[in-house]
């Protein structure tokens, strides 16, 4: 793609760095900005920055969190005896979506083989809420 502004080709070339984004993607979003009041692209991009400065990892689960201890592994009506071992916060997202289950997590953080964590602890599989093959055991 040929660009008249090299400050539009920086910004194509940042979105078009986003899993899934093309640089015909990054071009429209872009354009749309453009065609935004500044205010609100300022505002768009310091909830970015702000959101990648101040993120926290939950020092018990691992999960994404405002503070040090995560709203779950918080929360006092939860049953933190059943433990549900994630791969991603993606996964940790997928099953609160659900309001199904009301144990904690632990996020791996990677892709870990599934013998390994069967052969470790005691596992069974859930399966209470749609679509989940993650893992959950008693403390
Ligand atoms: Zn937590």
Known sequence: MIFSSALIENAVSEF???PGVGKKTALRLVLHLLKQDTAQVEMFAEAIAKM??????????????????????ANASRNHKVVCVVESIRDVIAIENTQQFNGVYHVLGG?????????????KSTRSWSGCSNWAWKR
Do not use: M
């Open 52 to 73: 990648r400065r101040q993120i926290k990892f939950c020092k018990t689960c691992h999960n994404v969190s405002d503070e040090d201890t995560c709203t779950i592994c």
């Open 111 to 123: 892709s870990f083989p599934r013998s390994t964590v069967s052969a470790r602890i005691s596992c």
């Open 16 to 18: 078009a760095r986003l």
